[in-house]
């Protein structure tokens, strides 16, 4: 059981370069989310989705998108990085049970944007 | 507007000094008050979940308490793998389990 995972761990891109984030869990969790953490800010909500083919924004959502194709898989892309994307990004999952709603987060990627 | 504030920002202990973090809030119905550590490079890991006001949990040298308006975490006679930082969040949305992260409290213990 890897709980949450995440790929990859670290990357470099260029102002303008896109890549693929992959957030992958295999507690059967309906629930995802994806955070960036920058010092000073705190943990701010990107995207989420609350179930496979389902996706929502969140607080920060602008130059972001998600596709949740499969139940255990969050994707997170950048089409065209800014150097302001310079963050260290969390995937977490958690429960649709009543009451039961605390998030459990992977390892997180650290992103660089030159 | 839906806040969560922390403090102190940072707290120096000396091992087996006891001390609290505060945890603020102010959100429109209250539906869950999470607390987590998170070491550096590492991504929250979950420690507990409140609901209700006068509710506590705790885990070890660790207790956390609930009122209508902060959570406390009281930390019992520290050890030096105490140290990381703490966050709180609050679940403010239907049924989303959407939260809201206070920028936390770093911890450190000094044997």
């Known amino acids: 059981n890897a709980g949450v995972t995440q790929t990859p761990k670290f990357r470099v891109l260029k102002t303008g370069q896109s890549m693929t984030l992959l957030c992958a869990q295999d507690m059967n969790h309906e629930y995802m989310y994806w955070y960036r953490q920058d010092p000073g800010m705190g943990l701010r909500l990107i995207h989420y989705?609350?179930?496979?083919?389902?996706?929502a924004k969140g607080e920060v959502p602008d130059g972001y998108n998600v596709s949740r194709l499969k139940k255990q898989n969050f994707l997170l892309g950048l089409e065209s990085a800014a150097p302001s994307q310079t963050s260290v990004y969390f995937c977490?999952?958690?429960?649709?049970?009543?009451?039961?709603?605390?998030?459990?987060f992977g390892p997180g990627t650290r992103l660089t944007v030159t | 507007e839906d806040q969560v504030t922390q403090s102190p920002e940072a707290l120096r202990l000396q091992e087996g000094e006891s001390s609290s973090l505060n945890c603020s809030y102010t959100?429109?119905?209250?539906?869950?008050l999470f607390w987590y550590r998170q070491d550096p490079g590492k991504g929250p890991e979950f420690l507990f979940t409140?609901?209700?006001a006068g509710e506590e949990k705790e885990k070890e040298r660790l207790k956390a308490t609930l009122t209508k308006k902060e959570s406390f975490l009281h930390i019992t006679a520290p050890k030096p793998e105490d140290s990381a930082t703490y966050l709180c969040a609050v679940r403010y949305s239907g049924n989303t389990g959407k939260l809201i992260f206070g920028q936390g409290t770093t911890l450190q213990v000094k044997p």
């Open positions: 977490a999952s958690s429960y649709r049970t009543s009451g039961a709603y605390e998030q459990y």
């Open positions: 959100v429109s119905g209250l539906r869950g």
């Open positions: 409140l609901y209700s």
């Open positions: 989705s609350v179930g496979e083919g389902t996706t």
